[in-house]
């Protein structure tokens, strides 16, 4: 498995059969720690056309599988409102992050 590249700015994430094991397809994972360690935060795609969601305070998300279909924006500062360093998380494995993420939004309009 590849660590995720930072390509602009964009992570340019892998896919593999263990990812899928490891997030349900449709839904979104991130853990706190790198190669899917660590506690595990899971959530099915979004409803809602856009939106953000800030991780719990204290909380940092140090690697991504997105099994989506939709690319998902990452922020390293601690509020939706206030993202900071932002980089994208398009579909498949991001075992590793360029900087602990603390907030996640998605814009299906954009």
């Known amino acids: 498995m590849q660590s995720a590249q930072a390509t602009g ?10 990812g899928y094991a490891l997030c349900d397809p449709g839904s979104f994972c991130s853990w706190t720690e790198p190669h899917f360690r ?3 935060y899971s959530g099915a795609e979004p409803v809602e056309p856009n939106g953000c969601d800030d991780a ?17 924006a990452v ?3 601690g509020s939706c409102a206030a993202p900071g360093r932002v980089f994208y998380v398009q579909v498949g494995e991001s075992p590793t992050l360029p900087f602990p993420v603390r907030s996640v939004s998605w814009c299906r309009d954009c």
């Open 56 to 72: 719990p305070p204290g909380v940092a998300v140090q690697s991504i599988i997105n099994n989506t279909g939709m690319t998902y």
């Open 38 to 40: 660590g506690d595990k």
């Open 9 to 18: 700015q964009h992570v340019q994430a892998d896919r593999t059969a263990a």
């Open 75 to 77: 922020g390293q500062e």
